[in-house]
Nanobody, 118 residues
Framework: VQLQASGGGLVQAGGSLRLSCVGS????????VQWYRQAPGKEREFVAG???????NYIDSVKGRFTISRDIAKTTVYLQMSSLGPEDTAVYYC?????????????WGQGTQVTVSS
């Protein structure tokens, strides 16, 4: 499975962006998908995740501001980001995982830059 992330850009504080992570094959729909981000000089951190069944979870700092969702027909997972602040500036990566009896399959998309100006 190949992942294509897009939707980043430059936005003013308080603004919104929607990131997309498109899977290359419909098998993507059975994967759990997560968004991570990495700010300059910091470690990559988990931001939000969605299971194949649609259950979601978020890091505390984005709860109420970010929404993760998936469109099965489009093999796409979205991250809707609102009320953005400079602290949200980072490269955002999508990650897909599927656990088999023998292995944990993990795939990463390329990053998409989000820059929030104050």
């Amino acid at each position: 499975v190949q992942l294509q992330a897009s939707g980043g850009g430059l936005v003013q504080a308080g603004g919104s962006l929607r990131l997309s992570c498109v899977g290359s094959h419909r098998v993507f729909n059975v994967y759990g998908v997560q968004w991570y981000r990495q700010a300059p000089g910091k470690e990559r951190e988990f931001v939000a995740g969605i299971t194949s069944g649609g259950a979601t979870n978020y890091i505390d700092s984005v709860k109420g501001r970010f929404t993760i969702s998936r469109d099965i027909a489009k093999t796409t997972v979205y991250l809707q980001m609102s009320s953005l602040g400079p602290e949200d500036t980072a490269v955002y990566y999508c990650n897909a995982q599927y656990k088999t009896p023998r292995d944990l399959l993990t795939y990463w998309g390329q990053g998409t830059q989000v820059t929030v100006s104050s």
